[in-house]
T-cell receptor, first 110, second 113 residues
C-alpha cells in the first residue's frame, strides 16, 4: 500500500524567507504526485501536480524518484501563503483515490 | 460554473441514527470520490465511482457505510447506526476523468452525539 509522509505538522517562517515543505512517499509503481492547499475557511484546492511541471503562485515541486520525495518550495514567502498544505499521491492511471499526507500548517509571519 | 456541491453542510445526529450525505459533482465529471477528514486520521479515501460503478469498496470503514451514484451524477454516502467515531468532515471530489485533477466540495461536517 502507498504512504505519504509530511514530517512537519507546523512550519513558521518570516515573510520574504524561503519556504520548503517536505513530502516523502512510498509506492511500488509510478505514482502521480500533487500538492493541495486549504486556505482559512476555503475548500481544498489543487496547487500543482508533478506532471505539469508548472510554477503556481511562485511554488514549485520536483519529483525525485531516487529519494521518493516531492518537496514544495518557494523562494520568497508571502503572508497570503499561510495555509494548510497537503501532499497527495495517486497510483498511475488514476483509477483510485488520493492518498494524503497529514498536512503541514504553514504560517508566514510579517 | 458551479463547483462540487455537498449537502447538508452540517449534520448533528444521535448515536444509532442513520444519515445520508449528498454530493453533486461538477457537470460532465465522470469520476467521483468520497473522503473523510478527521482529527486523528487526517484525510482518508473512502470510495471512488467511475460513472455509476464503484470498482473497489474496500476503503469504506465498515459495513455500516454504503455509497451509490445514479445517472452518472449525484452520489449519496449513507452511514447506518452511526457511532461517535463517525464524527468527521466528509468530503466529495470529482474529476473530468480518473487521471485528471480532483475538485473538492466544502464537505459535510457530521457530529454524532
Amino acid at each position: 500500500a502507498q504512504r505519504v509522509t509530511q514530517p512537519e505538522k507546523l512550519l513558521s517562517v518570516f515573510k520574504g524567507a524561503p519556504v520548503e515543505l517536505k513530502c516523502n512517499y512510498s509506492y511500488s509503481g509510478s505514482p502521480e504526485l500533487f500538492w493541495y492547499v486549504q486556505y482559512s475557511r476555503q475548500r481544498l484546492q489543487l496547487l500543482l501536480r508533478h506532471i505539469s511541471r508548472e510554477s503556481i503562485k511562485g511554488f514549485t515541486a520536483d519529483l525525485n524518484k531516487g529519494e521518493t520525495s516531492f518537496h514544495l518550495k518557494k523562494p520568497f514567502a508571502q503572508e497570503e501563503d499561510s495555509a494548510m498544505y497537503y501532499c497527495a499521491l495517486q497510483p498511475g492511471g488514476g483509477a483510485d483515490g488520493l492518498t494524503f499526507g497529514k498536512g503541514t500548517h504553514l504560517i508566514i509571519q510579517p | 460554473g458551479a463547483g462540487v456541491s455537498q449537502s447538508p453542510s452540517n449534520k448533528v445526529t444521535e448515536k444509532g441514527k442513520d444519515v445520508e450525505l449528498r454530493c453533486d459533482p461538477i457537470s460532465g465529471h465522470t469520476a467521483l470520490y468520497w473522503y473523510r477528514q478527521s482529527l486523528g486520521q487526517g484525510l482518508e479515501f473512502l470510495i471512488y465511482f467511475q460513472g455509476n460503478s464503484a470498482p473497489d469498496k474496500s476503503g469504506l470503514p465498515s459495513d455500516r457505510f454504503s455509497a451509490e451514484r445514479t445517472g452518472g451524477s449525484v452520489s449519496t454516502l449513507t452511514i447506518q447506526r452511526t457511532q461517535q467515531e463517525d464524527s468527521a468532515v466528509y468530503l466529495c471530489a470529482s474529476s473530468l476523468a480518473p487521471n485528471q485533477p480532483q475538485h473538492f466540495g466544502d464537505g459535510t461536517r457530521l457530529s454524532i452525539l
